[in-house]
């Protein structure tokens, strides 16, 4: 009998290893993820702390945005509808998404390629130039909606994105970007969950009609 109890222990604990070790091995790449953001984040704060460093980190990562050029613009102010601004987008934010882009968290073609190809120091110095940058907000095109989307957005989005809708660490700006990359995002957070997995976004614009959106996208795309 203490035999057979002692046996059934043996297994019950080889039992345990084995689903510590799994589940172990499961959230292994969201450790790695979770120190690799909290490196990046500390030596974004040396350089943020330190005058010298900071005004070297915004040349580099000006002359490092080359690439980026053609569709963020020179001054992270977009290129085109669908792409989003980078300018006074918050820097934590940046550098999280750097990382969900490089590890195909956050699934876009492009910019996982070049997210890979940029290092710890670029993807800060990179950070650092466009949060400094200064956003140009649109002008609305269908004024009418401006009131009701206001509404909305002190409703539904400041608790998270703030009353002005910069956002703050890893929440992102929203204020200001363009009608068109907001739209293409809200679709995208209700049709296509892949796309940004595991986002409360995912719970929030699905509840948004179609003219609840179309008018909070207005308010937020004028938002300074
Ligand atoms: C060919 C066009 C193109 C180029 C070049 C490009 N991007 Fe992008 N970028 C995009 C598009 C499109 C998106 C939106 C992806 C999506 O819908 O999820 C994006 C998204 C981003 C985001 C996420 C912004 C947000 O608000 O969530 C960051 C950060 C970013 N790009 C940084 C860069 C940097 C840094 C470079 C240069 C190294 C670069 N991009 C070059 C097209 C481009
Ligand atoms: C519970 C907190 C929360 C609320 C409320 C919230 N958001 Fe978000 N939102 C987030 C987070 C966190 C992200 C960061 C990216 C992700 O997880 O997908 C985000 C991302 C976004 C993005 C993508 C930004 C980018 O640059 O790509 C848009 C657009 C957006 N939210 C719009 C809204 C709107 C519109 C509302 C109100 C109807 C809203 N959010 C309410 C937490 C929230």
Redesign the pocket.
Known sequence: MIIHDMCRDGLLQALLMRMCLFVICLSLPYALHADKLSSLYSILNIKLNDPLLLKDAVTKGKE??F??V???GSDGNSKRG?????AD?NNK??LR??EM?SSKQ???R??SE??KN?DDDDRVN?ALF?STQKVKSGSASRPELLSAGKKLFISRCSSCHGDNGHGKEML?RIAG?PVG?LK??LN?YRNNPD??PNSPMQGIAPALNKSDQAAVIEYISIME
Do not use: D, E, G, V
């Open positions: 490092r945005a690439l980026c053609y569709c963020h669908y792409i989003p601004n980078l987008q934010y940046l998404q750097f882009f956050r699934n876009n492009i910019m070049l997210a940029l990179i466009y992102p970007q990359y293409k995002t995208s796309m940004r």
